[in-house]
């Protein structure tokens, strides 16, 4: 089991810059995949951005150049620079990771942490 804690989140103007960090109970196992999905209300949760097995990173269109996914140097935490926030990125940030034991995917997710952007 690995547990996840998401923390960084609160109020900010829009403009402005927060950085997300979840914190591993453990290193998960490679391969995996760490990701932040967000989730507005009223509106199904969405990826944000995921990272493959600490290399290649992966935005949704709505986030790209703004946002930026990264591991710590010992990758048991997990990072999203918020830059350039608008009042549509106000959601709940949730991470998740997925490791591959057996051959199955086993996901873990975190408990969120709220953005909130006025305008």
């Known amino acids: 089991q690995v547990q996840l804690v998401e923390s960084g989140g609160g109020l900010v103007q829009a403009g402005g810059s927060l950085r997300l960090s979840c914190a591993a109970s453990?290193?998960?196992?490679?391969?995996?995949?760490m990701s932040w999905y967000r989730q507005a209300p009223g509106k199904q949760r969405e990826l944000v951005a995921a990272?493959?097995?600490?290399?290649?990173?992966n935005y949704a269109d709505s986030v790209k150049g703004r946002f930026t996914i990264s591991t710590g140097p010992a990758k048991n935490t997990l990072y999203l620079q918020l830059n350039s926030l608008k009042p549509e990125d106000t959601a709940v940030y949730y991470c998740?990771?997925?490791?591959?034991?057996?051959?199955?995917?086993?996901?873990?997710w975190g408990q969120g942490t709220q953005v909130t952007v006025s305008s």
């Open positions: 453990r290193t998960i196992f490679s391969p995996n995949v």
């Open positions: 998740k990771g997925t490791e591959w034991r057996g051959g199955l995917p086993h996901d873990y």
């Open positions: 990272l493959i097995s600490g290399g290649t990173a």
